[in-house]
């Protein structure tokens, strides 16, 4: 894999993980809307490098909590899914 490749991919699986870490300024009380949340990775992949299209989705559930997976059909297009009731479990001080 070609190194500049190597790093995008790293830095997009590291994603979710910064997400919730970085989330702080969009959650209030209650979970972040979809639109805060691809802001928020937008911000993120701007500030990695990343040129792959990442649209994030809040979903019912998802067993990893957070997950990125590419979509099919689309090369260099992903999706991050992200649990509604994880979000809603995540007070300020765990973000």
């Known amino acids: 894999?070609?190194?500049s490749s190597h790093r995008?991919?790293?830095?997009?699986l590291c994603l979710p993980a910064m997400l919730?870490?970085?989330g702080q300024g969009i959650?209030?009380?209650e979970p972040p809307s979809t639109v805060a949340l691809q802001e928020v990775v937008n911000g993120l992949k701007t500030e990695l490098g990343?040129?792959?299209v990442v649209s994030a989705t809040i979903v019912p559930t998802n067993a990893l909590?957070?997950?990125?997976?590419?979509v099919d059909g689309h090369p260099g297009t992903f999706r991050m899914a992200?649990?509604?009731?994880?979000?809603?479990a995540i007070?300020?001080?765990e973000l």
């Open 27 to 29: 959650y209030a009380h």
């Open 65 to 70: 909590l957070v997950s990125v997976e590419p």
């Open 20 to 22: 919730i870490s970085l």
């Open 50 to 52: 990343i040129d792959a």
């Open 82 to 88: 992200i649990e509604e009731r994880f979000l809603a």
């Open 91 to 93: 007070d300020q001080d």
């Open 1 to 3: 894999m070609h190194q």
């Open 8 to 12: 995008q991919f790293v830095a997009l």
